[in-house]
């Protein structure tokens, strides 16, 4: 397949300073161009944003900080352990199904969180249950590795290390497949791998943007930078998930232009 020409109708979302740029041959998937256009989806709806992204912090956060109470034996840290990946895969289906409404413009609002949720749940639930289970057991085994010190296990160590990246890479797709193509958990882990590897550079840049949307919340708390806290706080309140999901399915429609038949 080869890549098409720009598209010619005018995108409701472009800035005036943009139309000469719209004008340029398509040259391939841009990381760049790909976030530029993320942020602006979720700077231009703010409702969707906002109430997504809090949405999202108010159970996921939430539930996460009650579970802790199960490694004291309190029954609300059990109830909240049980939650945890069910509310998780509920924010992800409400989410990104808002963000691909809003990626393919088919937006009707705060109502899309709703509709991704409603639409998408089963399949990101599955999809947040591998993911979980996936880093869970990439990470345990990093840190056996780690802990022995010797070469060998150090190599080991590194493998475990690139594997867990790549995974990450992988499921920086798997939501928006689910949400903006309406497969299941297999096709969107098939069809996200095959993006990732055959995109490499588009699939670096997408991860990083990501890292950055998470390491703005993760950062602060993690060093307890005081003040700066704060603004983590509100970050991941109003703009983490929302900012994050239309990253993602803005990266999926750039680069899904590469493998769009031409027609006739």
């Known amino acids: ?116 949720l409603h639409r998408h749940f089963l399949p990101s639930l599955a999809a947040t249950a591998v993911w979980a289970g996936l880093t869970v057991l990439g990470l345990v085994n990093l840190w056996f590795y780690l802990a022995r010190g010797r070469f060998a296990w150090m190599l080991l160590a590194a493998l475990v290390l690139y594997l867990l990246g790549l995974m990450q890479a992988v499921f920086c797709f798997v939501w928006p497949f689910i949400c903006q193509q309406g497969v299941g958990l297999g096709r969107a882990l098939r069809r996200s791998l095959l993006v990732a590897l055959d995109n490499p550079r588009f699939t670096l840049g997408t991860l990083l943007a990501q890292a950055l949307v998470w390491g703005l919340v993760a950062v602060p708390m993690l060093l307890g930078l005081g003040p700066v806290m704060g603004l983590s706080v509100l970050w991941l309140l109003f703009g983490a998930a929302g900012a994050g999901a239309a990253l993602a399915n803005e990266a999926l429609v750039e680069v899904m232009r590469k493998y769009e038949e031409e027609p006739g």
């Open 1 to 116: 397949m080869r890549a098409l020409p720009p598209h010619k109708e005018q995108d409701p979302l472009a800035w005036p300073e943009d139309a000469a740029r719209e004008e340029e041959p398509w040259r391939g998937p841009s990381a760049w161009q790909a976030c530029r256009r993320g942020l602006r989806l979720a700077y231009d709806s703010p409702a969707v944003t906002l109430l997504g992204s809090l949405a999202w912090a108010l159970l996921v956060p939430t539930l996460a900080a009650v579970a802790l109470g199960a490694l004291r034996g309190q029954v609300a840290g059990y109830l909240a352990a049980v939650l945890l990946l069910p509310a998780l895969g509920a924010a992800q289906a409400m989410v990104h199904g808002a963000a691909a409404r809003l990626a393919t413009h088919q937006s009707e609002g705060a109502l899309d969180l709703w509709l991704g």
